[in-house]
């Protein structure tokens, strides 16, 4: 009810009428610029002078351009010093794609490390 109300009161003033029932995920879809990619560029920037020397990759497919784009430049910092890549997931990642990025792969889902992680 409240979001017909807030239609009708815009429709009311002469602007167009907001959809009633239709609900947007507050999450970044193929295709799409993140709303947040200054902050993100910013910290990523920073994060990459640290100079890191591992990478730990958890939590995602690594099938989205952006955060392909983001772990090889990460990956090619931690290279530069001589350091590794972890990459944990069930799935192995295509070689042909990750090859000279990724050092080793840890079969595990990263849920089930986190809470042995935390147990121990």
Do not use: Q
Not at 19 to 27: C, E, H, M, Q, Y
Not at 67 to 79: E, G, Q, R, S
């Amino acid at each position: 009810p409240g979001c017909t109300e807030v239609s009708a009161a815009r429709e009311a003033s002469g602007k167009r009428a907001t959809a009633v029932g239709s609900l947007r995920p507050d999450i970044v879809l193929y295709h799409e610029e993140d709303p947040r990619a200054n902050s993100i560029s910013a910290i990523v920037r920073h994060d990459l002078s640290l100079r890191p020397d591992v990478l730990l990759i958890m939590g995602t497919s690594l099938t989205t351009d952006g955060v392909k784009f983001l772990v090889k430049d990460f990956a090619k910092v931690v290279h530069e010093r001589a350091g590794k890549v972890v990459f944990m997931n069930l799935t192995e990642p295509s070689k042909s794609t990750w090859e000279n990025v990724i050092n080793y792969w840890v079969e595990w889902d990263c849920d089930a490390w986190v809470r042995d992680l935390m147990g121990r």
